[in-house]
């Protein structure tokens, strides 16, 4: 499988700053990257979907102004979660889509933010 | 749009006994399904996945599934379950537009 990572792993933060994760595909280009986020004892729950060069597209009741996301390049996307509040303590997963991978996505490690 | 249920939060199963984790898909384009696992604090993991080709599919840590678009379903099982079995199962699906949606998870318990 694809190797992604993410960085960082984990974070913690006072509330009201802000917090930027990246999110990289080592060994091949995505066209696409999709952001997740897991609560505790949750499923995945898609955040947005951004296309390089594009801007990302929210999935209902997500902020774009307070989460931001960059799809600069094909191996590189980051998330910057702004103004965090305690609600936003999540587990944060990437997952970055190629056309050739035949539907399957591939996850990051997902990086755990929790917010003081 | 796509969809799936994960029928049972929370499955408890002897070691050595069937594993049998359900999940059902709504579609309205033919589904690609997956199923992953995910350990605590950790990412998701690929246990298998069905593209439409075979209708059984055969994955990791000896574990499958079998697509039947008549009760559209995509059961997982194992026929022996291990105590390393024990973690976070989620069943997803991906249509169109690429974007996969998941199931609200089913935790597996290992009894010794």
């Known amino acids: 499988g694809a190797v992604v990572s993410q960085h960082p792993s984990w974070v913690i933060c006072k509330s009201g700053t802000s917090v930027k994760i990246e999110c990289r595909s080592l060994?091949?280009?995505?066209?696409?990257m999709f952001w997740y986020r897991q609560f505790p004892k949750q499923s995945l729950m898609l955040m947005a979907t951004s296309n390089e060069g594009s801007k990302a597209t929210y999935e209902q009741g997500v902020e774009k102004d307070k989460f931001l996301i960059n799809h600069a390049s094909l191996t590189l996307s980051t998330l910057t979660v702004t103004s965090a509040h305690p609600e936003d303590s999540s587990f944060y997963i990437c997952?970055?889509?190629?056309?050739?991978?035949?539907?399957?996505?591939?996850f990051g490690p997902g990086t755990r933010l929790t917010v003081l | 749009a796509q969809s799936v249920t994960q029928l049972g939060s929370h499955v408890s199963v002897s070691e050595g006994a069937l594993v049998l984790l359900r999940c059902n898909y709504s579609?309205?384009?033919?589904?690609?399904l997956f199923w992953y696992v995910q350990y605590p604090n950790q990412g998701l993991q690929l246990l298998l996945k069905y593209t439409s080709a075979a209708t059984l599919v055969k994955g990791i840590n000896g574990f499958e599934a079998e697509f039947k678009k008549s009760e559209t379903s995509f059961h997982l099982t194992k026929p022996s379950a291990h105590m390393s079995d024990a973690a976070e199962y989620f069943c997803a699906v991906s249509g169109g537009n690429n974007d996969m949606r998941f199931g609200a998870g089913t935790r597996l318990t290992v009894k010794p």
């Open positions: 579609s309205s384009v033919p589904p690609y």
């Open positions: 997952s970055p889509y190629e056309s050739f991978s035949y539907n399957e996505q591939f």
């Open positions: 060994d091949f280009q995505a066209t696409t």
